[in-house]
């Protein structure tokens, strides 16, 4: 087992830095939670893991697609951020459609007075009662960046895995049956696992409701990045050890 | 694969995905699920019992991931092992998947409901009986359409992930979108009508939820009615759009054929973001004029 680690150094690095880049991506995401969904605060109105997941599972499909046809690892990771970016742009502009047209509120925070990006003044659209509503240019750009980091984060971790899996003999690639290949199904459940550990532990940090890297709360990401690292080691460990066992058998 | 094939196929995806992500709003809309139903939970605790059903399985990417990842497994086996046809199997699918979903809520609407005893909300079992039906239609649909998607991207777009797996994924996604455009309609629009519109929800209105329809008591059947109209329809472009304008880049720039091709469906993805900021950005600065700000400049005034 310890060979196995050994072996795969390259591959558990790659895991681990993916799991750190998903942690520090969603403290980009803004979130709003329960309130946003009243429009009583800023973001998108849903739990911070579930969105994240949302995004960076859809830039999993991507770069499990990607993978399939090419094994460039920068083609990979950028294939990753790009579906995450889609999935979450597309959603935060449909969110701005709900907002304005059907809510009827103006996008704006009330953590700044004015937005960094396009300096608009943002406390005096806040309506009375709220923490702000909709999403703002600064938030949508923030999530935007979310979108991209947990990508490609989410893409280094499901290909280190195939990676693992591709020197322990085991074989990866398109299948034409409904089942797939082992590997694959297995890669893709440990990314799929890391990816969640990754999303919770920032949430803590987050405590409901962030809007984005202009929020006070954004500034205590290095305690969720230390803390994301040390539980990826230990995921990345029995992932490899799965995954290379596999071939044995 | 011929483009022109997998365009078509990408249409049919895009649909399939489209009818998923309105039927997964309206489905949360007629049960009242995620993160709206915190207000309906409230109300009775505010002295405001209601008739409107009460289902929160789980937020919603997770009970919809259940949903797909059971109505997937189901399909696989009987395509795999029984080798019945992939139509009837995904439909069994669906069915097994909408069942599941049935009894979780109607053993969460009855258990928050009961418990909400001394706040004397009544468990309307005749609402139970009638809601519960259109609840497991919407997540047979929603269901059916994910499995489709998931099944044309397994076996004719030749993605390597297994049906299962794509189909748990999709889920989490349809969840995580409708929870976050459609729900809003529901949360901060429908369940607050009576107070000025545009004003977004003020904390000291909690709970305090419309109980009384167009015609006698509001119920799920009411909200499913009004999000229709809007909530539904668009969390249905957002969760077509995700699934379409993903694939598409690749199937345009097919990276396949050359390296190049590839980086190129990167910087089309790119920029189909870059025109959403734009988008965005135009929006706001519509409403902002629209509706103009809703306090005085006290700083200006400070200074004349």
Partial sequence: ?249 | MEPLIGMGVLALIGVAATIAGASEDLESDVGSQSNPNSQVQLAPQMMFPHRIYNKAVSGEPPSNALMCSVGAAVATVLISEFTLSPLFALVIGALVAACVHGTFAVTSTMGRAASQRRFKQPVYLDMIRSHTPVIMGYAFITTFCILIVSYLMTVVLGHPFPLTMLAFIWGITVGAIGSSTGDVHYGAEREFQQFEFGSGLNASNSGNIVRYGESGVRNGYDNSWFCAKFGGPVTGIAFGMTVFLGSWVTTVFDPAVSLTRGWFSVVAGVIIVLILIIWNWKIEVKARNAFGPYKEDKTEEASA
């Fill in chain 1, 1 to 249: 087992m310890i060979d196995a680690l050994l072996d795969n150094i390259v591959s558990m690095i790659y895991i681990i830095l993916g799991g750190v880049l998903i942690s520090w991506s969603v403290h980009f995401v803004p979130v709003g939670g329960a309130p946003a969904a009243m429009a009583q605060a800023t973001g998108i109105g849903t739990g911070t893991v579930q969105l994240a997941a949302g995004a960076g599972l859809t830039g999993l499909v991507s770069a499990g697609f990607m993978m399939n046809v090419t094994d460039n690892l920068p083609l990979i990771l950028a294939s990753g951020a790009v579906g995450a970016m889609i999935m979450i742009a597309v959603t935060m502009i449909v969110g701005t459609w709900v907002y304005v047209y059907g809510v009827g509120c103006v996008p704006s925070s009330a953590k700044v007075k004015v937005d960094p990006i396009t300096k608009y003044r943002q406390d005096l659209y806040v309506s009375q009662g709220t923490e702000g509503h909709g999403l703002p240019t600064v938030s949508f750009v923030s999530g935007v960046i979310g979108g991209l980091l947990g990508g490609i984060g989410g893409a280094l971790v499901y290909y280190a895995l195939i990676e693992v899996g591709l020197k322990a003999g085991l074989t990866a690639g398109t299948s034409s049956s409904v089942t797939g290949h082992e590997l694959v199904g297995i890669a893709a459940m440990f990314a799929i696992g890391i990816f969640f550990v990754n999303a919770v532990i920032p949430s803590y940090n987050i405590g409901g409701t962030i809007e984005g890297f202009h929020d006070p709360k954004w500034k205590k990401w290095p305690k969720a990045v230390i803390s994301s690292f040390v539980a990826t080691i230990l995921c990345a460990v029995v992932a490899v050890i799965a995954i290379s066992q596999l071939g044995v058998i």
